[in-house]
């Protein structure tokens, strides 16, 4: 119970959970994710866990509904919300976009090492110097992928690879379940044009960055869980089965992952039920 974090009652109640952790300068970190954004979740934040099990928020931490964090390996940072952390623990906040729900953060595909990638819940994708902070909006997702005006984006996994920016969008609701909408999506950014790959719910994108840089992808039709497999710049299609309807939402499903939680190991919880693939 002492490592509990729940969000306040005032000014505005909302659901709390933990959108990121990530063991970095001799502690635990993570970041809370109250699913309404600025002025919600009071008492959350960017926290530490130490080697005594201490609790402790970050005198930097800001409130906000976060899902993303990456290590930036050409500078040695930590990106976890709106928040770069050096391995000595200093904590430095891209202001400009703290008041965005941050989804994704991504290597850059032609400057790597001074630039990355945010995406964020409702399609927004910004490009960020990992020196200055400066942020720039390159993209709204919505228009370059053509999304229905009665849809509501909730983009959710996306990464670099192969020269492409992979994206995932898995609105998925009443509308798609009857076969009226198609507001979910899979795209990729390649050769400087979006090119949508399939129009249902996607969830999550990754892969390592070695290994033939292997991009996996899942999401989900009204008859299958998807996994999506790009390898040399060509994607496979392969159908799983549904361990349940309960996750035919996209509410309910934040967040399937995929995650190394092994040495040359993955875990998939795809739509309920979980697979183990190496990378």
């Known amino acids: ?34 699913s309404s954004g600025p002025g919600s979740g009071g008492g959350t934040g960017l926290f530490t866990v130490d080697a005594e099990m201490r609790l402790e928020k970050h ?21 976890m919300g709106p928040h770069f952390i050096t391995m000595d623990g200093d904590v430095r906040t891209v202001e400009a976009i703290q008041g965005h729900r941050l989804t994704a953060t991504m290597l850059h595909l032609t400057d790597p090492a001074r630039l990355v990638y945010f995406l964020t819940m409702e399609g927004l994708l910004f490009e960020v110097d990992v020196e200055t902070l400066a942020a720039t909006q390159l993209w709204d997702m919505n228009k370059e992928l053509g999304l229905p005006e009665d849809a509501q984006p909730h983009y959710k996994g996306a990464h670099t690879s ?6 995932a969008n898995n609105t998925y609701d009443e509308p798609e379940f009857r076969g009226e909408r198609a507001a979910g999506r ?20 990754t892969g390592r960055t070695n290994w033939d840089n292997v991009i996996f992808a899942s999401g989900f039709d009204r008859a299958s869980a998807i996994l999506r497999v790009c390898v040399g710049g060509k994607w496979s299609r392969y159908l799983l089965p549904k361990a349940s309807h309960c996750f035919d939402h996209y509410w309910q499903t934040e967040w399937p992952r995929i995650r190394e939680v092994e040495s040359e190991r993955y875990l998939m919880d795809c739509h309920g039920m979980f697979y183990e693939f190496s990378p």
């Open 1 to 34: 119970p002492e490592l509990a974090l729940v969000c306040d009652h005032l000014p505005r109640r909302t659901e709390g959970g933990i959108g990121a952790l990530m063991p970095w300068a001799d502690k635990l970190w993570l970041i809370t994710y109250p």
């Open 59 to 79: 005198p930097a931490s800001v409130v906000g509904t976060y899902a993303n964090r990456m290590i930036h390996p050409h500078t040695n940072q930590l990106i």
């Open 186 to 205: 899979l795209a990729e950014y390649v050769d400087g044009q979006w090119r949508i790959i399939e129009s249902t719910c996607f969830n999550e994108v």
């Open 162 to 167: 192969q020269g492409r920016i992979v994206v």
